[in-house]
């Protein structure tokens, strides 16, 4: 196969790969260990069945602290009516799980027998009486465990395939086994590759890249019940590189060889696994991570010729992580002899937002689910390659089929869940402007079993989606520029058929983010217009936004002459990002994000920011943390705290929507 990349379809690729992997012999269980039944097996996958060697429990069981005895003699027994059996010969003493003599069949409780000495007086030792006088009648077999109740020998206790739990621990070895056969884990080899790649820990300059996909990789395969060896990064060099794949190969069952598999002119992954076996595969119609590799190198100088399949991994974190899922996750499951294995859990969802897509691929796309009202809504995350933070962030993954151009506002969609469906239900919404103090709010929510998911829209975007119903809190520092009032104005005309309440959260000072030492001397808005400043910008919609605009109006200063004024990002730390990298020398923000990059900061306006949270989730259970935090004076402390931010109003109502009719 020629080593120039090629997008084929995903079942096409799918086919190919287990096609060559049966053909090898390797599409089955990789091999059979014989372990001890104890607390190392959980987690573990059954090779083989296993069956019950005895019954348990392995004879007739006394359930009860009491007296066996056949049910049969105290037949016609009545308060009225008492019937006495001697003690040794028609009823024996038994304590919780004793044995039966062979001639019983039931078992009287203690507390309802009389002790009697050998005068038939009342006895006060109850376990060793002379007889024994009961009042009542008992059907054979009561309090009794029967031999076999739980288990009986010859039976199925647990199939193969079955991922071992701590409990199974306990019926298998109360079916008589010490040992059981199960899966050997598949070995997995990660070799990361670049020249430009560092180690965690070492000094970074311009143009290094931390190794952290192998971390990642390394994780999923342990996960997913593989034993996964890391190898040192490996410099782009096409014999430093086959030496590495052919000393994996000796010792590994697979070999996950990262970056450097996409088209140009290094290429290695690619010529390694042609040169030392079988490219099957290069390029996958799946976004993110097009440049897969599939195939298979031959080992020799053993006994018996074998196969170790390659798959060339995407550098970018986000092709990495999803190459797993969709290839090694299912190839570790069949050598395990499990295709369920971590089956994920999935939901109906609603999409939030307009979503585009390749036609030709199949596109994953990662997202956060929450329940807003009666709908469980699915927010799609940001989608580049190499932003990591999707991962994490993410509740779930959903797959838009090839064809498939889009998603419009609404679509209904399949979600695969990274979580439990009930850690969704204690999700909280939260969309609209960003600020540093939601950050914050996540923390403390967290402790209190409740979860903070958080979208940078701007305050318009978070009122458009309270109206959408999707979100449980916007948000908002909207100026009015007619009142010099914040929110109310902007409430009446997004929101006009809205129950919403208006709560004030912070009062925070708005300023100029600039460099260190402000070197372009930047003192107000008016140097702005300067030539040689360079600006950047808060997205349209954007309470900042308006902000600037508003000044900038008063100023007489023309948009037009801002330079970078169409420069826009989505979040402070986002303006101060670009700063702090030398794409722009300032831009307005808030002195906590200026701060948390090292930059200077200068003051120009108070301003608030509220929530606006619709009257139907103030009177939820969901919210109450919340409400709590803004009386809790360890959280009011923490966020008083934070540079340039005033607590002194948190909780205060501003208005019910109703006020505004």
Excluded at 167 to 172: N, P, R, S, T, Y
Excluded at 282 to 291: E, I, K
Excluded at 429 to 458: C, E, M
């Amino acid at each position: 196969m020629s080593i120039y990349l090629q997008d084929i379809p995903l079942g096409e690729a799918q086919i190919r790969f287990h096609t060559a992997l049966e053909k090898a012999g390797l599409r089955r269980i990789l091999g059979v260990e014989e372990i001890p039944v104890d607390e190392h097996a959980q987690g573990r996958i059954l090779a083989e069945p296993v069956w019950a060697r005895i019954s348990s429990p392995h004879y007739h069981a006394s359930a009860m602290d009491g007296f066996a005895l056949r049910a049969e003699e105290i037949a016609g027994a009545m308060p009225t009516n008492p019937i006495v059996l001697k003690v040794g010969t028609q009823a024996v003493y038994v304590d919780t799980g004793d044995p039966l003599p062979d001639w019983a069949n039931a078992v009287i409780p203690v507390e309802q027998i009389e002790a009697l000495d050998e005068t038939m007086q009342l006895s006060m030792d109850f376990r060793h009486p002379y007889a024994i006088r009961l009042r009542t009648v008992l059907p054979p077999w009561s309090h009794v465990r029967p031999l076999g109740e739980d288990i009986v020998a010859g039976q199925l206790v647990l199939p193969a395939g079955r991922k071992i739990q701590a409990v199974d621990l306990g019926a298998i070895a109360a079916s008589g086994h010490v040992s059981i056969k199960v899966a050997r884990k598949p070995r997995v080899a990660i070799i990361p590759t670049g020249t430009e790649l560092v180690p965690i820990g070492q000094e970074v300059k311009p143009g290094d890249i931390i190794e952290y996909n192998s971390i990642v990789l390394a994780a999923q395969v342990n996960e997913w019940g593989g034993v996964a060896t890391r190898f040192p990064i490996t410099i782009d060099d096409l014999d430093e590189i086959k030496k590495q794949v052919q000393l994996a190969a000796d010792k590994h069952d697979l070999i996950l060889l990262n970056a450097g598999s996409s088209a140009g002119s290094e290429d290695f992954s690619a010529r390694v696994v042609e040169e030392l076996g079988e490219l099957l595969v290069h390029g996958v119609a799946v976004r993110p991570g097009h440049p897969v590799i599939l195939g298979l190198i031959r080992v020799t100088g053993t006994k018996k010729e074998r196969f170790v399949p390659v798959i060339g991994v995407p550098g970018y974190p986000v092709s990495a992580a999803l190459t797993g899922e969709i290839f090694v996750q299912p190839l570790i499951a069949l050598w395990l002899g499990c295709p369920a294995i971590n089956e994920p859990v999935s939901v109906e969802a609603t999409i939030t937002r307009k979503v585009t897509s390749p036609a030709g691929d199949d596109d994953y796309l990662r997202v956060v689910v929450g329940r807003v009202g009666d709908r469980l809504l699915a927010a799609p995350l940001s989608r580049g390659a190499g932003v990591i933070t999707s991962l994490v962030r993410a509740d779930g993954i959903t797959v838009l089929p090839r064809g498939v151009q889009g998603l419009e506002p609404g679509a209904k969609v399949r979600v695969r869940l990274y979580r439990s469906p009930d850690e969704l239900e204690r999700t909280i919404f939260a969309i609209g402007s960003h600020d540093l103090t939601l950050d914050l709010l996540a923390q403390f929510l967290a402790g209190r079993q409740r979860r903070l998911v958080s979208a940078n829209v701007g305050s318009q975007g978070g009122l458009v989606a309270i109206r959408r119903g999707e979100a449980h809190l916007a948000g908002c520092h909207l100026l009015d520029p007619e009142t010099g009032e914040y929110n109310v104005s902007a409430i009446r005309q997004y929101l006009p058929d809205v129950s919403i309440q208006l709560i004030t959260w912070v009062g925070r000072v708005q300023g100029l983010i600039v460099r260190k030492g402000n070197p372009c001397s930047i003192r107000t808005l008016e140097d702005l217009a300067r030539p040689d400043v360079r600006f950047v910008n808060r997205q349209r919609g954007a309470g900042t936004r308006v902000l600037l605009d508003y000044h900038l109006e008063r100023l007489g200063i023309s948009p037009s002459s801002v330079n970078g004024y169409e420069q826009e990002e989505y979040t402070h730390l986002a303006v101060a990002a670009a700063i702090a990298s030398g794409r722009a020398d300032c831009g307005l923000g808030i002195e906590a994000a200026a701060l948390a990059l090292e930059l200077d900061f200068v003051p120009l306006f108070q301003e608030r920011y509220d929530l606006v949270i619709p009257v139907q989730f103030i009177k939820g259970d969901l919210l109450v943390p919340l409400f709590d935090l803004m009386q809790d004076n360890i959280f009011r402390q923490a966020v008083a705290a934070l540079p340039g931010y005033d607590v002194s109003q948190m909780g205060n109502i501003v208005l019910n929507s109703a006020e505004l009719s």
